[in-house]
């Protein structure tokens, strides 16, 4: 008996001995090298930048913006259904508020989460605040009430059903925020450099690009509270919106590389309404609307 006792510690110590063997080294093993545990906030600024653009840049754009403001017409039920005012099938109509949030709605909330408190980065923080109004604004703009206030804090606070707000309520946030952000904005502070796809960091011309978006969302409530409209589209003018090309909000596409690079719109649209590409045959039947074709020739633009 007490040769099998003896046994089993012997048995009991050579397992554990083994179990240390094996867990060398495991911790490293287990370790992502291709991810980082640190944010860097210009990285994610730009992948941010590039994520809203390209969510309407690419089909989310002929699909769910073009169709909405009424740019395409079809006499199928598929894209470009927007002056018909009938059911799409599938998921056209959602898909830049699907593809919003888990991307670019995502990397501005945590880029903000990061800078946010160093005082260093204080235009960091300033211009990842007029980012994230540009992009909410988009989306708001599209579907109305939102998810706004809570939105993005999944990964910082587990909130996964953040509530939804409403649009006016967002606006109005929204104008705050640019406000906020544009006077915060110090030119002999360091920036986003060449990691901004926008500016290449440029204070003032962000500095432009804030109130030139107060001004538009100004428009925005100009039928439910002209007042206040007039205040904030006032404040607006007086911090200096965009009135040259050269301070134009863009991001260049490549002259080579992949199609997607040079023109993701043309690349939408010929590849899913002019799949032939011979500029005659159309076989998903989508036009540009009369709708928006009348709109142009009957509206006058001033210079």
């Not at 510690?9 to 867990?23: E, F």
């Not at 002056?83 to 501005?108: H, M, R």
């Not at 110090?186 to 030139?212: H, I, Q």
Request: aromatic content about 12%.
């Amino acid at each position: 008996m007490k040769n099998i006792f003896n046994i089993k510690n012997l048995l009991l110590i050579s397992g554990i001995a083994m179990l240390s063997a094996c867990d060398s080294g495991f911790e490293e093993l287990n370790v992502n090298p291709d991810t980082s545990p640190i944010i860097v906030p210009s990285y994610m600024f730009t992948k941010a930048q590039y994520d809203a653009l390209n969510n309407s840049c690419a089909s989310t754009y002929e699909f769910a913006c073009g169709g909405s403001v009424q740019h395409f017409a079809t006499y199928k039920d598929v894209p470009g259904i927007g002056d018909k005012y009938f059911f799409s099938q599938g998921t056209y109509p959602y898909d830049f508020f699907t593809n919003a949030y888990p991307l670019s709605v995502n990397e501005i909330s945590t880029v903000i989460r990061t800078v946010k408190t160093d005082a260093g980065q204080s235009n960091l923080y300033a211009i990842a605040r007029i980012w994230k109004a540009y992009t909410f604004h988009r989306i708001t703009d599209l579907y109305g009430d939102i998810p706004y206030s809570q939105a993005g804090e999944g990964y910082a606070s587990s909130n996964f059903t953040p509530k939804y707000d409403t649009q006016q309520s967002i606006y109005l946030d929204l104008l705050n925020e640019l406000d906020q952000a544009a006077s915060s904005l110090d030119a002999s502070k360091t920036s986003y450099a060449s990691a901004d796809l926008v500016y290449g960091g440029d204070v003032n011309k962000w500095k432009k690009f804030a109130y030139s978006l107060m001004f538009r969302l100004s428009m925005r409530i100009t039928k439910v509270d002209p007042s206040t409209a007039k205040t904030w589209a006032q404040k607006a003018i007086a911090g200096g919106i965009i009135l040259n090309d050269a301070d134009l909000a863009k991001v260049a596409f490549v002259a080579g590389g992949q199609d997607i690079n040079k023109n993701p719109v043309s690349l939408a649209l010929r590849s899913n309404n002019y799949a032939v590409a011979n500029g005659n045959d159309n076989t998903e039947g989508g036009k540009f609307a009369s709708t928006f074709i009348s709109y142009l020739k009957q509206t006058t633009i001033r210079d």
